[in-house]
């Protein structure tokens, strides 16, 4: 079993940056796959990005690429998400979730994962 908790958000100017951290229970944290999702009000949730820490591989939404880094620490079980030159569509509430399939070809889809954490919310003012 693993506990995500995400913390963070706040509130940013167009152009800011934020870095958003999830903590993660359990002592196997290196051997999960790690991805950051997000939902706007009246939107459906997508795909932010995602990390393989085993593999080096990450992946990344094409809206967030060049803008977004994620990363992780595993001494410390907990995955960050960078977020520099922010834009209001940016603006929704992010989740981090874990999933113990190791497939970046996956990490896209909100099925591959069975942990969540329970959000943050993320607002970017125009």
């Known amino acids: 079993q693993v506990q995500l908790v995400e913390s963070g958000g706040g509130l940013v100017q167009a152009g800011g940056s934020l870095r958003l951290s999830c903590a993660a229970s359990g002592r196997t944290f290196s051997s999960y796959a790690m991805g950051w999702f997000r939902q706007a009000p009246g939107r459906e949730r997508e795909f932010v990005a995602g990390?393989?820490?085993?593999?080096?591989?990450?992946l990344y939404a094409d809206s967030v690429k060049g803008r977004f880094t994620i990363s992780r620490d595993n001494a410390k079980n907990t995955v960050y998400l960078q977020m520099n030159s922010l834009k209001p569509e940016d603006t929704a509430v992010y989740y981090c979730a874990a999933t113990r399939r190791l497939q970046i070809t996956i990490m896209g889809r909100e099925n591959s994962y069975d942990y969540w954490g329970q959000g943050t919310q993320v607002t970017v003012a125009s």
């Open positions: 990390t393989i820490w085993s593999r080096s591989s990450t």
